[in-house]
């Protein structure tokens, strides 16, 4: 088996857009139609352009993992969740955005932040990114989040990391910003060993 030169790792190409079309202006994200010169052609895709995201994985003393469960409508499930949000505020840092999520949606506050992983959630139909953040040293926020429509009713639950793991791998849940928040952050507990 041939040894690999660099390691491995995602690659840009802009091809020419040579027409972008806003098809539809929603209220949180839109949906583009761009025709793009490609090889010897030109190809036609439809996308949905997010404004990108972040996601908590918060890590308690106990190695317990916070986790939240909603109504998704979409999927028609509450399906359980990692505290996440939109980066929809304008010239804020992921990171920033990550500590105000993570107030709003569960009334914690982390001392301690590191990025975890970043991931794009579907390249194929969209170009969200979403940042995971592993935050520890957590503690109460002082000021609890009025909530309303499906964040009225979060469930927010506190699970050993390694019971979200066999979830994960058993298929008992299925969001994958949380199966990839969840092994990533597994695997960088195994690694610090």
């Known amino acids: 088996m041939p040894e690999s030169i660099e390691p491995l790792r995602d690659e840009p190409f802009e ?14 994200w839109d949906v583009r139609s761009d025709r793009v010169r490609y090889g010897d052609g030109e190809i036609v895709r439809q996308y949905v352009d997010h404004t990108g995201a972040v996601a908590i994985l918060a890590l308690d003393d106990d190695g317990r993992v916070l986790l939240i469960q909603q109504y998704r409508h979409p999927i028609r499930h509450r ?13 804020e840092e992921p990171l920033a955005a ?17 990025p975890l992983v970043s991931s794009w959630t579907t390249p194929g139909g969209n170009d969200e990114v ?25 469930r927010v639950e506190w699970v050993p ?17 949380l199966t990839i928040g969840v092994l990533a952050a597994a695997q960088r507990l195994r690694d610090r060993g």
């Open 15 to 28: 091809p020419e857009v040579l027409q972008s079309e806003l098809v539809y202006e929603g209220r949180v």
């Open 79 to 91: 399906d359980w969740e990692l505290p996440a949000g939109l980066l929809d505020v304008e010239g």
């Open 98 to 114: 990550a500590q105000r999520e993570l107030a709003e949606e569960a009334d914690l506050v982390a001392a301690h932040w590191e």
């Open 130 to 154: 979403i940042h995971i953040f592993l935050a520890t040293g957590i503690s109460s926020a002082e000021n609890p989040h009025d909530r309303e429509d499906e964040e009225a009713d979060i």
């Open 161 to 177: 990391l390694a019971d979200a793991v066999d979830a994960v791998l058993e298929g008992r849940m299925h969001n994958g910003i």
